[in-house]
T-cell receptor, first 112, second 112 residues
């Protein structure tokens, strides 16, 4: 699985959009980009995933660059409850059993 | 309704003891996982079972033995506990090996 690079920490004002970047310059054509988050003392929570098109769900939006070497997770209106460690993971979705490989993630702190 | 549950939530025990952690999911998923999160917060896959068969077994000491009595359960038994086994253990499940994973609340194991 391709490795990812994320900033170790970010702050965001409550009510503003939180934009979390992720670099995955060695991503392969069949690898998807997944985002999970872990709120303190809880299990990780799936947020969103995509291959090359931008994706949106009730939690967030995922913007993937055209060359697929980087992506941005957008929380449109961050709340205090969005304070968590956010993990960007790339992995093959089909064809073989591939586990999630978590890096160190980005600690997002939403400030009141 | 709890999707992925683990018991116990906290486990404090002496070195050398044998202990088990139980995991149950009511999502109808066919794949279950065990992860270990150490004191540095790195989350690592330990085992994965698909339809009660072991499909991922990372470099984990033989003292750790997963048992899957049915698709809804994946228990983790640990023999001869060591200080380094202290960590938070997360169970997860997914529908097939490739889809998003749902995590349990974790079991904090402390070995004294």
């Amino acid at each position: 699985d391709a490795k990812t690079t994320q900033p170790p920490s970010m702050d965001c004002a409550e009510g503003r959009a939180a934009n979390l970047p992720c670099n995955h310059s060695t991503i392969s054509g069949n690898e998807y980009v997944y985002w999970y988050r872990q709120i303190h003392s809880q299990g990780p929570q799936y947020i969103i995933h995509g291959l090359k098109n931008n994706e949106t769900n009730e939690m967030a939006s995922l913007i993937i660059t055209e060359d697929r070497k980087s992506s941005t997770l957008i929380l449109p209106h961050a709340t205090l409850r969005d304070t968590a460690v956010y993990y960007c993971i790339v992995r093959v979705k089909y064809g073989s059993a591939r586990q999630l490989t978590f890096g160190s993630g980005t600690q997002l702190t939403v400030l009141p | 309704d709890t999707a992925v549950s683990q018991t116990p939530k906290y486990l404090v025990t002496q070195m050398g003891n044998d202990k088990s952690i139980k995991c149950e999911q009511n999502l109808g998923h066919d794949t279950m996982y065990w992860y270990k999160q150490d004191s540095k917060k790195f989350l690592k896959i330990m085992f994965s079972y698909n339809n009660k068969e072991l499909i991922i077994n990372e470099t984990v000491p033989n003292r750790f033995s997963p048992k899957s009595p049915d698709k809804a359960h994946l228990n983790l038994h640990i023999n001869s506990l060591e200080l380094g086994d202290s960590a938070v253990y997360f169970c997860a499940s997914s529908q097939q090996q490739y889809n998003e994973q749902f995590f349990g609340p974790g079991t904090r194991l402390t070995v004294l």
